[in-house]
């Protein structure tokens, strides 16, 4: 059997998928800053969400600059502009927080994240070129197994020095307080939130120059011409292509949903609840020692805890889905994954109480293998017409700032028909799956077809 990784390779391949995990700290660092800078600003979970519209507007706005500035100079020369653009937009949290407004702070995540943008247009298709197209997809899957080890660390980043470290005083407490008593704390607090910042800027620079001086392959069909629309044109007129970055989009809106909303869903369950046994272990574990009913803060704390045992289980869901792709179809495991992950939200929307909270720590199982499977799935074939492909790909991700603030209408209204419309809210995320399991089955069929 081929292997997915040669020798020759070996070196560049783990210098790329490091990448993977930078990202993917940024992504879920970022998730909770909703609840956070909502509470630090006095503000609604809807303005809260704009944090997500900053973020990912950034991915959608660099990515066709990325693919043209990629295929005019190289893969690698797209990730070095990727790691210094997300050490910039890192480092501006540090002014942000001298003007002390919340746009600034969406200014500096729609820098970071174009920085991202140019990294994941370049590092997925970079990756799919490493070898066999034959085992491109499960590379694929490989190198992006580590971008959950980087989602970890940010989240647990965010909890033990962020969360934990907030003033934890309530949102309705804060709106009792007078203008300076405000002030003073939003300075501490937003103190306390750049620190990790400027931290991941520092690291990211180091990366900037081992990339910098790093010898790395080179695209053996590289060819500079941008030729935009044409290129545009014949791309998006292949079926695979068109219906991939829709079901991207779906996708994408979907993760961050279920993981965002998870601190809103878990706190309204567990806000004075007696934890049980590994509820407590959790608590301990993460530093907070509630005893008796949770508090709203505890509550938030364990629900962050939750968060990351979801993201566990999508790293050890994803190794095995690589592992599984030997021999089962791609499609076939998009459209498996997509009908479970479905059954899971219906049990998020119907349950009130854990149950709903296990299913939907239950739903990042079933989304492990999304993403890669569908980029891999809509690159097939592509050659060197795969760096405008990645950017349309990378565009869909717009789908986790569109999606987010639907969903955050929805959770504040309260209630819908006596109903808690946080638990409603997940019929947005149903939705997408329905969408997923759609393309996989016809990816399925198609490759059925062809053989």
């Not at 702070?105 to 070898?131: D, H, K, V």
């Not at 007078?178 to 800027?201: C, H």
């Not at 690589?322 to 459209?335: E, I, S």
């Not at 808690?420 to 016809?442: D, E, H, K, Q, T």
Request: aromatic content about 14%; charged content about 15%.
């Amino acid at each position: 059997m081929e292997k997915v990784i040669q020798r020759k390779y070996l070196i560049p391949f783990i210098l790329i998928t490091s990448c993977f995990a930078l990202w993917g700290f940024a992504n879920d660092i970022t998730n909770p800053m909703v609840k956070a800078f909502s509470k630090i600003f006095r503000m609604s979970v809807t303005e809260g969400a704009f944090v997500q519209v900053a973020f990912y507007g950034g991915y959608f706005a660099m990515a066709f600059p990325a693919a043209m500035f990629i295929r005019k100079y190289s893969y690698k020369a797209g990730v070095l502009m990727g790691l210094g653009l997300y050490a910039v937009g890192a480092f501006l949290f540090f002014p942000a927080k001298m003007v002390g407004e919340y746009p600034f702070f969406l200014i500096a995540y729609f820098i970071l994240t174009c920085g991202l943008s140019f990294l994941e247009t370049s590092c997925n298709p970079y990756i799919l070129s490493m070898g066999s197209e034959a085992t491109a997809t499960r590379r694929l899957n490989m190198a992006q197994s580590f971008n959950p080890c980087g989602s970890v660390l940010g989240m647990f980043v965010a909890m033990n020095f962020i969360q934990n470290r907030l003033n934890p005083m309530s949102s309705d407490e804060r709106a009792l307080l007078d203008s300076g008593q405000f002030e003073a704390m939003k300075q501490s607090d937003l103190q306390i939130l750049i620190t990790p910042y400027l931290i991941i800027a520092a690291v990211i620079l180091v990366m900037f120059f081992i990339m910098l001086f790093m010898r790395m392959p080179k695209n053996s069909d590289q060819n500079h011409d941008i030729n935009f629309l044409p290129t545009l044109k014949r791309i998006f007129s292949l079926p695979r292509y068109r219906e991939g970055v829709i079901a991207q989009f779906f996708y994408v809106g979907a993760q961050i949903m279920c993981w965002t909303f998870i601190i809103q869903y878990g706190t309204r369950i567990l806000v004075g609840q007696i934890p049980n046994d590994v509820e407590q272990c959790i608590l301990n574990v993460l530093g907070n020692d509630a005893e008796g009913m949770l508090s709203e803060r505890s509550a938030e704390v364990l629900s962050q805890g939750y968060n990351i045992m979801a993201m566990l289980l999508f790293i050890c869901s994803r190794f095995i889905c690589t592992y599984l792709m030997k021999w089962l179809n791609p499609g076939l495991m998009l459209l498996i994954f997509g009908s479970l992950a479905m059954v899971l939200i219906c049990g998020v929307i119907g349950i009130d109480g854990r149950g709903g909270l296990y299913c939907l720590v239950g739903v990042s199982g079933c989304m492990s293998l999304m993403f890669p499977t569908i980029y891999g799935i809509a690159l097939e074939g592509m050659g060197d017409d795969a760096k405008f492909g990645a950017a349309g790909l990378i565009m869909a991700i717009l789908g986790g700032s569109v999606l987010p603030p639907v969903q955050a209408l929805v959770i504040d209204m309260g209630k819908i028909g006596g109903f808690p419309a946080v638990n409603l809210s997940f019929v947005l995320p149903f939705v997408c799956f329905i969408i997923v399991a759609i393309y996989g089955y016809r990816m399925f069929r198609f490759a059925k077809v062809k053989k």
